[in-house]
């Protein structure tokens, strides 16, 4: 079963972030073969650090704690807060089979928090989203990109997509005309400037 990991930050953390960059590359070493995606989230400058995405195939919930709270930046108190959801893989494929252009375009995160009780909705217009990926030219800017789903599996919480495109400009005007924007499906949408992460 595929997670989506979101882990903010606690301001003022950098410098111990930092320290301990190699013992959480370490610890990450161990799930390497089971992650589609992963990520620091970083302020505009592309350098300074905010946050760190994961999304890995884990067999259970003592897995997924384990991966969330024996991770050594949320162990020394990096974090301030940990996102985690069911996740499903809409492309079928892991960041790594992207082939985009990072020196002419920014790389983003989106996270899409779902409305309560919208999974009716959310079928309805799957199909109508779908094409506007598809006829808008967004289809080959997604890195990754699926919804995020209950523990259960079974109800729909929001939409989390990494893309590639020219400025924060672009990423917000996709997400305006974007269907489940258009229906008032999201309670709450972050936009992040994201890189690849993982060892160089």
């Known amino acids: 079963m595929d997670y989506f990991f979101y882990c903010r930050d606690k301001p003022g ?13 370490s610890f990450m070493d161990g799930y ?6 992963r990520g620091p989230t970083v302020q505009e400058d592309g ?6 995405m994961h999304i890995v195939d884990l067999p259970d919930a003592d ?3 384990v991966f969330a709270y024996e991770e050594p930046y949320y162990k020394a108190g990096v974090f301030a807060e940990v996102i985690v959801r069911r996740w499903k893989n809409e492309l ?53 990109s699926g919804p995020l789903l209950s523990e259960d599996g079974r109800h729909w919480l929001g939409s989390a997509m990494m893309v590639e495109l020219p400025d924060r400009a672009a990423a917000e005007a996709l997400l ?11 309670e709450k949408v972050e936009v992040h400037y994201w890189r690849f992460g993982g060892r160089r």
């Open 176 to 186: 305006k005309d974007d269907p489940f924007t258009q229906a008032g499906l999201y």
């Open 32 to 37: 390497a073969s089971r992650m589609s995606a």
């Open 63 to 65: 897995a997924v704690r």
């Open 92 to 144: 079928g494929r892991t960041m790594w089979d992207f082939k985009g252009q990072p020196e002419q375009n920014r790389r983003f995160l989106i996270i899409a928090h779902g409305r309560p009780g919208m999974d009716a909705e959310r079928d309805r217009l799957a199909e109508a989203r779908r094409c506007y990926y598809a006829e808008g030219g967004y289809r080959d800017r997604l890195i990754a």
């Open 13 to 25: 953390t950098g410098a111990l972030r930092k320290q301990l960059v190699e013992t959480h590359w």
């Open 47 to 52: 350098v300074t650090q905010t946050g760190s």
